[in-house]
């Protein structure tokens, strides 16, 4: 769910401007905004005492490691002092040290050239010293790449190897015979082909090999040179002083945080009076307000906060809050707009085990899942694990385990032996879903006032009573065989025929529609015509929930069948690789799918997204 904001200010003496950010603003999750310009007020100005320690500080941080785990308590003072007295014996150090961390900085370099070709399987001192074959490594743009392949890709005389892309360069090398070598060259010089040495020397050395060779040769020289310096730099110091050294940079970093917020304080003419603005949860705000109530050196107060946006913080419980990985993809909530992490969780928890059903195929994904996501922090691994749970409670129910169909029964039906029955059911899912999304829209709808959209929209209650009719009359048809209630229609159909009107009506702004008569009526069939089509398109969508799950128990029992034939150390190989690939492919394919499903089936009708990210100013302290 979206977490109420609360448009608050921070008011007092310029003297208690440090009290205000030390006990208040660095303890609080407050996002600060600038205060708008106001002849009366100016910005803070005054520059950050602390960046150029700072920058002392984070090279101790990258050398020796944060802060260590053992907490220990340290004055600004102290900790400034600390870190400029290891700069002081940083710099005093012996040439031979500084020698090498010039070629630390020489090796960091080199291998940062090479590693766009690290996939490149052939000896760089073979390719060189090579009298027949010419080559070249480089990287040219995206849109020069583009005419190489419309004009020189099927030219005999080149081949390109490419070796790494993004969305603005490309890299790779060509090769050539010798005899073509000039005219080759000034080709791609025309393309503006910027060439790469993969050969040059290194610490005055050159070594043999393929670049995934000479990456390991020179990487393992610099760790050993990191290693080094970090000693030669610790004996520099005086003993024992790197864990409090560590505490001190980590103290630096806290202060510089602490004065960096009051750049976002406004100040009143004469600098006598400070003002934070900012936005922040309900229930902090209400914290807030009391513990400032007690202290006669600030003064807290509430706003509206009409004429700002408010940003967008989710609060969803531990499991849901794993789904905000694909709502983010989408776009965050607008503030008052619902969150759609609930409904997402739920759909694509139950669509994907609709689809996956399978117990021992459910396991391995759950296991992997977990692994990704608990042990590297990743959501879309814990996302995977919950999805995984789900294909192997929908195993139970299809009786299915690794394909095999004959060892646990069928708690509720076998999608293959069942075809009709399953596809009708994901259909009938797919329309309860979709009433679920149009009844969001009327929530947002009502919530920001946008009554037209509320009543007449095709995702509001026209489009929702005239949906409802067309999945009655088609339960009626088809299962009952009795006929279509045409009558019913009626009234919902002619709401959306007359949308727009009724909604230019209902809002007063005028006029029954918009331009000529004419292209009034055309638009309307038009949008009507585009409506039913939504309607139908987007529930036959939902027919691949159930071809996946019959699809599912066809491949695996190809792979089955495919064992029978071979024997007993070839059928356990084919069950191996067979369930491998159907995990893989069918894996990663419903995956993708649901997700569709969810984005453009529901979310399409009721979200719109583009909310601004709730940006805590919070300090961690030291």
């Not at 040439?95 to 000896?123: C, G, H, M, N, S």
């Not at 596809?423 to 929530?443: D, E, N, P, R, T």
Request: net charge neutral; with cysteine; charged share 20%.
């Amino acid at each position: 769910m979206v977490e109420k904001m609360k448009y608050i200010s921070i008011t007092g003496h310029i003297s208690a401007m440090n009290h205000a950010v030390d006990r208040y603003l660095s303890r609080y999750d407050i996002q600060l905004e600038k205060v708008a310009e106001h002849p009366d007020m100016e910005p803070f100005t005054t520059l950050n005492p602390y960046a150029v320690t700072l920058q002392k500080a984070e090279r101790f941080s990258a050398l020796f490691g944060g802060e260590p785990a053992v907490y220990i308590p340290m004055k600004a003072s102290e900790a400034v002092n600390r870190v400029e007295e290891a700069h002081r014996a940083y710099e005093a150090r012996d040439e031979a040290v500084r020698e090498k961390e010039r070629q630390k900085a020489e090796i960091e370099a080199y291998l940062q050239t090479i590693a766009p070709f690290i996939t490149l399987d052939a000896d760089i001192s073979e390719l060189e010293e090579s009298r027949f074959l010419h080559y070249r490594a480089g990287r040219m743009t995206a849109a020069h790449y583009r005419q190489y392949e419309a004009f020189l890709r099927t030219d005999d005389r080149i081949i390109f190897l490419l070796t790494k892309r993004d969305s603005a360069y490309v890299w790779g090398v060509y090769f050539t015979p010798s005899v073509n070598a000039e005219e080759v060259d000034a080709v791609f010089a025309s393309l503006q082909f910027e060439v790469i040495p993969l050969a040059a020397e290194c610490m005055g050395e050159r070594k043999n090999g393929t670049v995934a060779e000479l990456n390991r040769i020179w990487s393992s020289r610099l760790r050993k040179l990191r290693v080094e310096i970090r000693m030669d730099t610790e004996a520099a110091l005086p003993k024992g002083s790197v864990r409090r050294l560590r505490v001190a940079c980590g103290k630096v970093r806290a202060l510089y945080d602490t004065f960096d917020v009051k750049k976002y304080a406004s100040l009143s003419k004469g600098k006598r009076v400070f003002t934070f603005v900012g936005w922040m949860g309900a229930d902090d705000a209400d914290a807030l307000e009391g513990e400032i109530n007690d202290d006669a050196l600030i003064v807290f107060t509430r706003h509206t906060g009409e004429d700002e946006i408010a940003p967008t913080r989710l609060r969803n419980p531990p499991i849901i809050r794993q789904f905000e990985f694909f709502t983010r993809l989408y776009g965050l909530p607008t503030y008052g707009e619902a969150d759609p992490t609930f409904l997402l969780a739920v759909t694509y928890t139950l669509l994907f085990g609709l689809m996956f059903g399978d117990v021992g195929h459910g396991f391995c994904l759950a296991s992997v899942g977990m692994l990704i996501g608990w042990k590297y922090g990743k959501p879309l691994g814990r996302i995977i694990a919950i999805v995984g749970v789900s294909a192997m409670g929908f195993g139970f129910l299809y009786g299915s385990v690794f394909g095999f169909e004959d060892i646990l029964p069928a708690l509720w039906r076998r999608p293959a032996a069942d075809i009709m029955g399953t596809l009708v059911f994901a259909v009938g899912l797919g329309a309860a879903l979709i009433m679920i999304s149009m009844a969001l829209h009327m929530y947002n709808a009502f919530r920001t006032g946008r009554m037209g959209d509320f009543l007449f929209n095709a995702n509001g209650v026209s489009g929702l009573l005239f949906y409802t009719v067309i999945v009655y009359g088609a339960v009626r048809v088809f299962f009952m065989g009795r006929g279509f209630p045409v009558g019913l229609l009626a009234v919902p159909l002619v709401l959306l025929v007359l949308r727009q009107p009724l909604t230019r009506l209902l809002e007063g702004r005028g006029g029954m529609l918009e331009g000529s008569v004419g292209g009034g009526v055309f638009g309307i069939i038009m949008e009507l015509f585009e409506t039913l089509l939504m309607y139908v398109t987007n529930t036959i969508s939902f027919v691949r929930v159930g071809a996946f799950a019959v699809s599912h128990a066809g491949m695996m029992h190809v792979v089955l069948r495919l064992s029978q034939n071979a024997n007993v150390s070839g059928r356990v190989l084919v069950l191996v690789f067979g369930n491998l690939l159907v995990m893989g492919i069918e894996g990663l394919l419903v995956g993708i799918q649901v997700l569709r499903l969810d984005f453009y089936e529901l979310f399409s009708r009721f979200y719109k997204g583009g909310g601004r990210v709730f940006v805590s100013h919070k300090i961690n302290r030291v």
